[in-house]
């Protein structure tokens, strides 16, 4: 195991609840840390950018108060991911707000940027850059980031084609930093699964879309607990950034997941007219196989303690 920095040391469960864009919230955060797992969500998820300050508030107060009455139990940390991209205008204003309200864990996708990771690195967070291959792992590490999220096949949202078992070892060849894994983790054996492939956490985000606390609709969450990885398409179209989506809500939107044309990459942005795509085209992962029901976010990791608890039983047996 990778000697891991304060913001990640001694978790109760080895697992970083993935920042879903739109879907993620303050109340879906707090639910995570306090139950244990690291909560995360994108900064361009409060709009208007005003708002990222309110939430940074409730957030860290929040957690305060909890950590206040529970000294023997502590919350785990927060964090708040950033798209380092040239379509992200708020990026400075952004990153202003988590420097003054000292976010633990930055997250950041689509680029990295030195001055990013120095701004974190001013008050003593944490910086993770999510990558879907081995060079853009080292170029991350290069530019001051802490540590990796590889996005392996599988992973919802914005994913690579990468072997979770090629991505990790070939990381793991050079680099002995904090690393997550992303794609189709679901439940507490993928996680321990993950530990055991060589990485310190599991990234987990689908999933997480079919509980009580995420802002999604009740056709989306339902589409969770109904589908499994035959309901994954995998194409570049909505962002222009290949990523996973649920078929339903492909075909929900007029179109067919089965031919499905390929879009200008020069199109890619993450604000105005493109961000609708998320609230129609649902991004999901492959592991949504196991999730039955639409449950609370303490009670989806309560079970995947369980389940965790139980496959490492089974291995020492």
Not at 39 to 45: E, F, I, K, Q, T
Not at 77 to 91: E, G, M, T, Y
Not at 126 to 151: Q, S, T
Not at 287 to 292: A, C, D, L, M, R
Request: glycine share 10%; with cysteine; aromatic share 6%.
């Amino acid at each position: 195991m990778s000697k891991l920095p304060g913001a990640l040391a001694n978790l109760p469960l080895p697992i970083i609840g993935s920042p879903l864009f739109i879907i993620s919230n303050p109340r879906l955060v707090i639910a995570q840390c306090i139950s244990g797992v690291v909560g995360s969500m994108p900064a361009l998820n409060a709009r208007p950018a005003a708002q990222l300050e309110e939430w940074l508030i409730e957030i860290t107060e929040a957690l305060a108060a909890y950590n206040q009455a529970n000294p023997d139990k502590p919350a785990a940390p927060f964090a708040i991911n950033q798209i380092v991209h040239k379509s992200n205008d708020r990026l400075e204003h952004d990153m202003a707000l988590c420097v003054k309200y000292k976010v633990p864990i930055i997250i950041t996708s689509l680029g990295a940027r030195e001055d990013i990771n120095a701004a974190a690195h001013s008050y003593g967070g944490v910086v993770l850059h999510d990558i879907i291959n081995n060079k853009h792992a080292r170029k991350a590490i290069e530019k001051g980031a802490d540590g990796l999220i590889a996005v392996a096949a599988g992973a919802g949202g914005h994913a690579g084609v990468k072997s979770p078992f090629a991505l990790i070892q070939e990381i793991r060849q050079w680099f002995d930093g904090p690393v997550a894994l992303s794609g189709a983790i679901a439940s507490g054996g993928a996680v321990l699964a993950a530990q055991a492939m060589g990485a310190d956490f599991a990234y987990i985000g689908s999933a997480f879309i079919a509980t009580e606390e995420a802002r999604a609709s009740d056709a989306y969450k339902q589409a969770i607990v109904d589908s499994n990885s035959d309901d994954i398409v995998y194409s570049n179209l909505f962002t222009g950034v290949h990523g996973n989506y649920l078929a339903p809500s492909i075909r929900a939107a007029g179109m067919d997941p089965e031919n499905l044309p390929v879009s200008d990459p020069s199109s890619m942005n993450f604000g105005g007219d493109k961000s609708k795509a998320w609230k129609d085209i649902w991004g999901c992962g492959q592991g949504i196989g196991t999730v039955s029901r639409v449950q609370t976010a303490s009670e989806f990791i309560g079970q995947l303690k369980r389940e965790y608890q139980s496959a490492l039983q089974r291995i020492v047996a």
